[in-house]
């Protein structure tokens, strides 16, 4: 069964850094782009970038690019969101989804989400 | 950037047929078949309903129906349940290789 399952929640100060993860038991985690999704309190969802895990070819939403980093280790099935200088802003449920490809792309599988809360 | 137009609520009884509108442009939604559809019940995370406009993956049930007409495509509830009051949101894969979410629709079930 594909799942994908992400770290706990976190309670961070502004400027510290944070990175969480995405784990994807149940299938070949190489073989599919893993994307990160925000959602702000009482918002939509915000597209932020998506890796693939078996070569790590990034690609971020202008929005994000440079505001965080996304990365992946393949020896352990687990992709990451970074940031190293949190701000307030940042507060918000981050969301990992598997993308899928038929004549186009979609997210077929997503996380639980990671709720990041910064706060001073 | 793409962006995609939804409304930001409607309602229908129970038993009843709702549908909720995703405009894009006759570059993006009126040229690909592209979009896909997501139900977010409150609290959870987002789950897959359809996509390239119409198809339905496996274990969705056949209440949920995706079209689209010229820039706006579309996702039609039928025999609505108490169970499908949720956030829906559309997607598109754009021509840049990126995604783009929608605004999101709040479905409330009377």
């Known amino acids: 069964e594909v799942q994908l399952v992400q770290s706990g929640a976190e309670v961070k100060k502004p400027g510290e850094s944070l990175k969480i993860s995405c784990k994807g038991p149940?299938?070949?985690?190489?073989?599919?782009?893993i994307g990160w999704v925000r959602q702000m309190p009482g918002k939509g969802l915000e597209w932020m970038g998506i890796?693939?895990?078996?070569?790590?070819?990034?690609r971020y939403s202008p929005s994000f690019q440079g505001q965080v980093t996304i990365s992946a280790d393949k020896s352990i099935s687990t992709a990451y969101l970074q940031w190293s200088s949190l701000k307030a802003s940042d507060t918000a449920m981050y969301y990992c989804?598997?993308?899928?490809?038929?004549?186009?792309?979609?997210?077929?599988?997503w996380g639980q989400g990671t709720l990041v809360t910064v706060s001073s | 950037q793409s962006a995609l137009t939804q409304p930001p609520s409607v309602s229908g009884s129970l038993g009843q047929s709702v549908t909720i509108s995703c405009t894009g442009t006759?570059?993006?939604?009126?040229?690909?078949?592209?979009v896909s559809w997501y139900q977010q019940p409150p609290g959870t995370a987002p789950k897959f309903m359809i996509y390239?406009?119409?198809n339905r993956p496996s274990g969705v049930p056949d209440r949920f129906s995706g079209s689209k007409s010229g820039n706006t495509a579309s996702l039609t509830i039928s025999g609505l349940q108490a169970e499908d009051e949720a956030d829906y949101y559309c997607?598109?894969?754009?021509?840049?290789?990126?995604?783009?979410f929608g605004g999101g629709t709040k479905l409330t079930v009377l």
């Open positions: 989804a598997r993308a899928q490809f038929s004549s186009s792309w979609y997210f077929d599988y």
């Open positions: 149940g299938y070949s985690f190489t073989s599919y782009w």
């Open positions: 890796i693939y895990p078996g070569d790590s070819d990034t």
């Open positions: 006759s570059s993006d939604v009126g040229s690909y078949n592209r």
């Open positions: 390239e406009v119409s």
């Open positions: 997607s598109l894969y754009t021509i840049s290789s990126t995604w783009v």
